[in-house]
């Protein structure tokens, strides 16, 4: 069973920055895909980023330049770092994980309600931007 918690969201105005932490337990798989996802009120899940094991990323159009997925694999750690951001960022996000390592390279970037599902999934946190 793996268990992964968010930590950090909060309220930042635009042009500010924020950083995401995601704590997994439980973890003892050598390949995977890890990734952040979000979901803007009244609409559905959209992939941000992700990362595999080898440290291949990839982002959302959206957040391109600005957001930066990295891992720390001593300590368990997925985080997402948010700068310049917007008041559409404005979500809960959502910390995700896979035992397929390839789903990285297939998932679904920066489509509202379009994307690959993952084993594992946290509670979220809540980010808000203000203009």
């Known amino acids: 069973q793996v268990d992964l918690m968010e930590v950090g969201g909060g309220s930042v105005q635009a042009g500010g920055s924020l950083t995401l932490s995601c704590q997994a337990a439980?973890?003892?798989?050598?390949?995977?895909?890890m990734g952040w996802f979000r979901q803007a009120p009244g609409k559905q899940h959209e992939g941000v980023a992700v990362?595999?094991?080898?440290?291949?990323?990839r982002y959302a159009n959206s957040v391109e330049g600005r957001f930066t997925i990295s891992q720390d694999n001593a300590k368990n750690t997925l985080s997402l770092q948010m700068n310049s951001l917007k008041p559409e960022d404005t979500g809960t996000y959502y910390c995700?994980?896979?035992?397929?390592?390839?789903?990285?390279?297939?998932?679904?970037?920066?489509?509202?309600?379009?994307?690959?599902?993952?084993?594992?999934w946290g509670k979220g946190a809540l980010v808000t931007i203000s203009s």
């Open positions: 995700a994980g896979d035992t397929t390592k390839d789903l990285c390279a297939r998932q679904v970037l920066g489509i509202t309600g379009f994307y690959y599902g993952m084993d594992f």
């Open positions: 439980g973890v003892s798989y050598s390949t995977y895909c």
């Open positions: 990362i595999d094991s080898d440290g291949n990323t």
